[in-house]
């Protein structure tokens, strides 16, 4: 996830990474686990959630989760 993040500009950089810490802080379980090219976030090995910069915006990308 930190390489992710290091590849971006600002104020790209430091808007995913305040999405990153309000994910981890609202699913504090959730686990980072990098899979085609972005960063998602699992929890019981479904992905519920995950982020990812593009070059003219950047896309907050929710899964459902049925726990």
């Known amino acids: 996830m930190e390489a992710y993040l290091a590849g971006l500009e600002e104020p790209e ?6 999405l990153r810490r309000s994910i ?3 699913v504090p379980d959730a ?5 085609y090219g972005m ?3 699992r929890v019981q ?3 519920i959630a995950g ?5 003219n915006h950047l ?3 929710l ?5």
């Open 13 to 18: 950089q430091s808007t995913l990474e305040a």
């Open 24 to 26: 981890l802080a609202a």
């Open 31 to 35: 686990v980072e686990c990098p899979s």
């Open 39 to 41: 960063p998602p976030f």
């Open 45 to 47: 090995g479904k992905v």
């Open 51 to 55: 982020f990812a910069a593009f070059k």
């Open 59 to 61: 896309a907050y990308l």
């Open 63 to 67: 899964h459902r989760f049925v726990g």
